[in-house]
């Protein structure tokens, strides 16, 4: 409106403007509200994302995640690396894409959620938190394998995995190659029962190469 009459937009142009501007104020909006819900441990984006055969991640592999079909679809997404490796950062910045394409988040690690399942025990909103969860497109449930687990939380885990399978994705990061996993939820039944759901339909990721935290120290020695 400020700009001198001749160079003023039609009608029909001001308007489709007026409309853009707003979509995209109120999708910069929902997208600021899911990321302070979510929680993320750490600022993280896909851009700074680096692939190479060294970490056994490639360009191809982050894009087809970052398109979010696997979430579309229901699928798990299961990164496992020894510590240091960026397993958080990617699960993190997969989280941010995902609230950035209007996708409910949440970010767990394994001692949160244990506390959680504890805590909701003990006063009495046990399924209250398993409705909120149940709500989320997607969890990502970091440090799988650091913590015992009681038989509260298996049977958490399992509860959660059925309300999901198929319809909603969790991604997962493991020090523990998935190949230990059965050892470490320390139930034959239920072992069987939540790896037939987390790994049926999962996206897996096994990132390699030295801790990411001692190669940015290097510099600074």
């Known amino acids: 409106m400020e700009l001198p009459m001749d160079q003023q937009l039609e009608g029909h142009d001001l308007v489709a403007q007026l409309v853009q501007s707003e979509q995209l104020s109120r999708m910069n909006e929902k997208t600021a509200y899911y990321l302070k819900l979510a929680k993320l441990r750490l600022p993280a984006s896909i851009e700074n994302i680096e692939c190479n055969p060294a970490r056994n991640l490639t360009k191809q592999q982050l894009a087809t995640l970052a398109e979010g079909r ?3 679809q229901g699928e798990n997404v299961l990164i496992t ?12 910045a997969l989280g941010h894409q995902a609230c950035m ?3 409910k988040t949440t970010y767990l690690n394994m001692n949160r959620l244990i506390e959680k399942v504890t805590l909701s025990k003990l006063d009495g909103s046990y399924i209250k938190l398993l409705n909120h ?16 687990l009681g038989q509260e939380v298996r049977l958490t885990l399992l509860q959660l995995l059925e309300d999901r399978y198929g ?12 190949g230990k996993w059965y050892e470490y939820i320390n139930d034959p039944t239920l072992a069987d029962a939540i790896l037939d759901r987390l ?23």
């Not at 319809?167 to 998935?178: D, F």
């Open 81 to 92: 690396g020894a510590t240091g490796c960026g397993k958080s950062y990617l699960a993190c």
């Open 133 to 148: 969860l149940e709500r989320q497109t997607l969890i990502i449930l970091d440090d799988f394998g650091l913590q015992n």
């Open 70 to 72: 696997y979430i579309q």
């Open 199 to 221: 790994t049926a339909n999962a996206h897996r990721i096994e990132l390699k190469g030295e801790s990411l935290r001692r190669k940015k120290m290097k510099p600074n020695q």
């Open 101 to 103: 394409q209007g996708y």
């Open 167 to 178: 319809k909603k994705s969790i991604i997962v990061t493991s020090q523990l190659p998935a």
